[in-house]
């Protein structure tokens, strides 16, 4: 039966291609972390990559997902047309099917073809095909095998027929089907309109693109013919649902619907006046999705990579909704909306609903702050181009009110294009790296592909029988020693088939007991012995440069390691157990503090290591002392409890619909391994978690947090102890106690008592001070206010008044000028060994060019100090204080000198 609505095409498409032989893989997340080059994934075959390059193997041949995608960098980048356009979008579900050198162009064609006009119904007459210019064989599979006419199928360049996925990586010809509107909805007014012409007429919609991966570009455009030749075919559903239901623009299919109308119900807008926000409705609609699935898959708003371009599709959205109504959030009844109708298809979005709500809610009442200035001062600098007749905003200044006021380039180019002014984005650019080399902060390293060195070794390795498809035979978990045999060693960046004393190698053996450094946790570290030999290798580290190869580095530091030697390989077991400990604590801790601060709370990444543990989670603000003592305890009644601490390992959807946390920027297989805390006494806590973990929760001993911080705009972070590293930090403290105890002569238990009592008598004590000092300044005062000099009718008081600090001086100048209309003060004091200085005078002698801040300059020069003020009152510090008395005999001279009118004036 045909589909209706793109749930049901979404449905069709797995049910179908899962018919053919295909095994329906999940989409992986959004965030890119292991490619430089991809802030997003950008298409379906992003997660196979490895496989297409031949790094990877999996059990299955075919595959074929919705891949969750973004396209908002680089080449791919679809932000200026959203809104404007009616099939454009920022996030986008890509239906896809694959193929692993299995079928090929003819087998893509076919199931494409069969897919739209015999399930989606779609009519042959309005399929239009392209082919690459230089694919004879696609070009006769369409006509000969297919049965299309022949002017059905046209020719196109490299331009539009061949697919990269970035500037490195898989890549081929391409053949694309497209769907003709009819000639009704031509924008392009052509005589020969067509798909030849590719000018974005609105007749013609691409709807489906095959991709034919027979190469693998590096990073200086070599092409190379891949191992296997594969298949990765992209379709939108947005446009195949636009197409099935027969509505040209995407915005008006059920994907979009609900959003839209929610927009138009808060804003209690007419249908007459949604048209007129058409853009504005569009943008919101859009980004609301975008930004709902990026925060569901761990991206935080921020200022660089990733978290810049959430807060980017934030504001930006904030911005269309402040033009057309919107005072206060919204955005988040947006959100919403998709987290309702998407949350079956994609459970993140339920799982971190409250999550999700309060980070857009949050970002917006951010921007809310400096919104209205940073407009205010675009405005103005827009008038002032206008009024000069340049159509130029410079990037400095564009970048400045990113920098200054958080208003994102694309945000300044929008209001810029609506006055016809655009944005100087190289000069922005030249800014922006300007301010990131000052500041410290990175810009985007260069990416080069990985060396093959390590794929060759594994390749040989399993066409050599021995490894299997699977690889290294890794397993960190049956214990901390094994036997294996060495089966490459790598030298100075090339193979070897020995080592010696002294060497700086890195060991594959066919097994391994060693863990690789994954969600946070740290790698083993150990040794590797040649039986029977006095052969060692110091393991310092344990990596995975290509999937399914493990290489331990370290240093020989005995006899020879050669290929083929029976080993022993022996993990450090004590310090594996203390990450044992923390890394089980991160999870008890993960469940306290989603259970005190809400269930907004999610981790946000984590670094386990022996000594301590760290963890970042989302949260708006500092977690208060009381507060995290208060987790503290739940954590330690948790671990006291005992609670069992079980491996299972199950199918992701499975673990997934029972609850299991997935956590963000991670990477799943179709089967998981789970971590459950609890056992007959009731589940505790429950994660998909492939790191090492204590048996029960009382192994982890004790839990002490040891801080706590921002890390970021709604991001946390604590770090803390376990087991012999809270012993330690617990033992330090009770030491540091017992020494004041001892020095105060009171009890631990009295101390708190003691010190109050002691800031108490310091308090008074302090207090009786200042009375003195006042006592003694007013005492000075007097002496030195009988004995002031009279220079040209100015009266000058100067001295040194012991023991008095800033504030003493500072409280003798307003005495002095109490009392004197016409006069100059100038004291001095010694403070913390070092020479202080003030100087102050009346307002009636600054006209005569006596200035203060000018005449404390040679003064403080003399003590070898330096100070500035106004021209009324000035003050300085100095290094030298025995010639404190001879910078003040300088000071008649100055006020002579000062008073003395200039030469001829």
């Given amino acids: 039966m045909k589909p209706t609505n793109s749930t049901e095409i979404r449905q069709a498409f797995f049910d179908f291609f899962e018919e053919m032989g295909h095994r329906v893989v999940p989409s992986s997340p959004l965030p890119v972390y292991d490619n430089p080059t991809l802030l997003f994934t950008n298409a379906g075959m992003n997660q196979f990559v490895d496989t297409f390059l031949g790094k990877e193997n999996r059990s299955y041949k075919r595959a074929v997902s919705s ?79 297919i049965g299309v006419p022949t002017q059905r199928v046209v020719r196109m360049g490299d331009k539009t027929n061949f697919w990269m996925m970035g500037d490195v990586g898989p890549c081929g010809p391409t053949s694309e089907v497209h769907y003709d509107w009819g000639p009704e909805h031509c924008t392009c007014d052509e005589v020969n309109c067509g798909i030849q012409l590719d000018n974005d007429c609105g007749r013609w919609l691409e709807i489906w693109n095959l991709v034919f991966m027979q190469y693998n570009q590096d990073g200086h455009g070599n092409r190379t013919p ?151 001062q675009l405005d103005t600098l827009l008038a002032d181009l206008h009024q000069a007749h340049q159509g130029i905003v410079p990037g400095d200044v564009a970048f400045d009110l990113y920098a200054t006021h958080g208003l994102p380039l694309e945000i300044t180019r929008d209001v810029a294009g609506e006055r016809g002014v655009r944005v100087d984005e190289d000069g922005f650019e030249t800014a922006r790296a300007a301010h990131a080399e000052a500041s410290g902060v990175g810009a985007f390293g260069h990416y080069d592909t990985e060396d093959s060195l390590y794929a060759e070794l594994l390749n040989e390795l399993i066409n050599h029988g021995w490894l299997d498809n699977n690889g290294i035979d890794y397993d960190p978990y049956s214990g901390s020693r094994m036997e294996s045999r060495i089966a490459g060693i790598i030298k100075d960046g090339q193979r070897s088939d020995r080592a010696i004393s002294g060497d700086e190698v890195e060991i594959v053996t066919l097994a391994t007991p060693f863990y690789i450094e994954a969600g946070g946790e740290v790698s083993d570290v150990g040794t590797i012995e040649v039986i029977k030999e006095d052969s060692v290798l110091r393991v310092t580290d344990t990596r995975m440069p290509v999937p399914g190869l493990i290489t331990h580095v370290g240093v020989v530091e005995t006899g020879r390691l050669v290929v083929g030697q029976l080993v022993e390989l022996a993990v450090d077991n004590e310090r594996r157990w203390d990450i044992r400990r923390n890394h089980t604590a991160t999870h008890i801790l993960h469940k306290e503090l989603r ?61 997934i619909s029972q609850g299991a946390m997935a956590l963000f ?57 376990t087991g012999r590293g809270a012993l330690t930090f617990v033992r330090d403290r009770m030491a540091t106690l017992n020494r004041i105890s001892n020095r105060l002569n009171s009890p631990i238990l009295e101390l708190e008592t003691r010190i109050d009592a002691l800031l108490a008598e310091s308090r008074e004590l302090r207090k009786e001070l200042a009375q003195t000092r006042q006592q003694q300044a007013r005492e000075r005062f007097s002496e030195l206010f009988e004995t002031m000099d009279i220079i040209d009718g100015v009266s000058l008081m100067r001295g040194i008044v012991d023991g008095a600090d800033m504030d003493n001086l500072r409280q003798m100048t307003d005495w002095f000028r109490d009392r004197v209309d016409n006069g100059m003060a100038v004291l001095a004091s010694i403070h913390d060994d070092r020479p202080i200085i003030v100087v102050v005078v009346t307002e009636g002698l600054v006209p005569s060019g006596v200035d203060a801040g000018k005449l404390i300059r040679p003064i403080a020069g003399i003590v070898g100090g330096g100070g500035g003020g106004r021209p009324t009152m000035a003050q300085a510090g100095g290094k030298d204080a025995s010639r404190i008395q001879e910078a003040l005999d300088l000071v008649p001279k100055l006020l002579e000198d000062a008073l003395t009118p200039p030469k001829g004036g």
């Fill in 226 to 376: 891949l191992p296997k030749p594969g298949v990765d075919t992209g379709m939108g559903l947005e446009r195949i649902t636009a197409v099935v239901v027969q509505q040209p623009v995407n915005y008006d299919t059920d994907l979009f619907y609900s959003a839209m109308h929610r927009i138009q119900e808060l804003l209690g807008d007419s249908e007459e006046e949604r048209a007129l926000h058409e853009t504005s409705y569009r943008v919101i609609a859009d980004h609301g999705r975008a930004a709902a699935f990026l925060i569901a898959d761990g991206v935080l708003p921020g200022n660089v990579g990733k978290s810049y371009v959430l807060r980017m599709i934030i504001r930006r959205a904030a911005r269309f909704g402040r033009s057309i109504g919107f005072a206060s959030p919204f955005l988040a009844e947006i959100a919403e909306v998709y987290i309702d109708q998407m949350g079956a298809i994609y459970p993140e979005l339920i799982t971190h609903r409250d999550h999700v709500l309060q980070t857009v809610t949050m970002e917006e009442k951010r921007f809310a702050r400096t919104l209205d200035v940073a407009l205010s």
């Fill in 67 to 145: 891949q969750k995608c973004m396209r908002v960098q680089g080449k791919h980048n679809d932000l200026e047309n959203v809104g404007p356009s009616p099939r454009h979008h920022t996030f986008f579900e890509m239906l896809g099917n694959f193929s692993f050198g299995d079928y090929f162009k003819s087998g893509a064609i076919r199931f494409a073809f069969d897919f739209l006009t015999k399930v989606c119904e779609i009519s042959e007459e309005d399929l239009w095909y392209t082919v690459n210019v230089d694919d004879d064989d696609a070009l006769k599979i369409w006509i000969d095998e």
């Fill in 665 to 721: 920027g991670e990477k799943y297989g179709d089967v998981v391994r789970t971590i459950q805390i609890g056992g007959d006494d009731g589940l505790y806590s429950f994660e998909l978690c492939g790191g090492l973990h204590v048996r029960a929760t009382g192994d982890i001993g004790l839990f002490r947090f040891t801080a706590e911080e921002a890390v970021g705009a709604g991001l946390r972070r604590v770090e803390a102890v």
């Fill in 595 to 655: 259970m005190f601060l809400g269930k907004h709370v999610t981790q946000q990444g984590s670094f386990v290591a022996p000594d301590r543990l760290r963890f970042d989670f989302s949260h708006g603000q500092a977690v208060d002392e009381e507060t995290l003592d208060r987790i503290e305890v739940a954590i330690n009644e948790a671990i006291v409890s005992n609670r069992q601490v079980s491996a299972l390992h199950m199918a992701r959807e499975d673990a």
